[in-house]
């Protein structure tokens, strides 16, 4: 298998074809554990999906879902969590299970403890049958920056300054916005049976480039996908522009 490119005329076609490998994987398996992502890039995936809930057409009321990752310090009620972003853009539109949904906790302080039984969880629910994936602009999937090694489970990353700056706009002033994250490790999102990437724009083309058509280094942490054997690539044509499949 390896990794299949979609190519996508836009970013509603991308965001369809990404639904489409989602619902296909619940309607086979209505128990199946799930990856999820935030992010711009998911936010249409997420709308289509519920779109279809609303017709009839997907029942989530046995998913399982895990998030990537959730800022360190924030609380689930602040709306800049991801646990507030799941449950707007998803868990409060559809018939998941608030038990059955899982975001690591900010406000945890002994983040080791929290870190290793969020991987126990997954290892307990036997693994996550699908990843769904942002490409960040540095390469980052999760919020595994560019670095020396790949980090493997579940850990607590300080974000590098141009992710702390990226994020600003979200929260009035770089003082506030939180300087840590706690996120999936490359191990734990490696172990996915199926990882789907969706990559939108112009703004991603180069890093879409150097991820999947490049060499696997550390420094572009999303190039390890191409060594993962069920992958699939969701682009727009302006985000593959300048990968040569």
Known sequence: MG?????????????RK???IISAQILMKPDCVLGLATGSTPIGTYDQLVEWYNKGDLDFQYVRSFNLDEYVGLSRTSDQSYYFFMHEHLFDRVNIEEENTHVLSGMERNGEKECREYDEKILSMGGIDL??????????IGFNEPGA???????????????VKANSRFFGSPEAVPKQAYTMGIKSIMQARKIVI???????ADIAEQAFMGPVVPEVPASI?????DVVVIGDEAALAKCSF
């Not at 990794?3 to 965001?15: E, H, N």
């Not at 090694?149 to 992710?163: S, Y």
């Open 3 to 15: 990794m299949r490119v979609i190519r996508a005329k836009d970013y509603k076609d991308m965001s």
């Open 198 to 204: 969706v990559v939108s724009g112009a703004d991603k």
């Open 149 to 163: 090694a790949f980090e493997k489970g579940t850990h607590c990353v300080t974000l590098k300054e141009a992710t």
């Open 225 to 229: 996908l191409q060594l993962h054997n």
């Open 18 to 20: 990404a639904a489409n």
């Open 131 to 140: 990843q769904l994936l942002g490409l960040g602009h540095d390469g980052h």
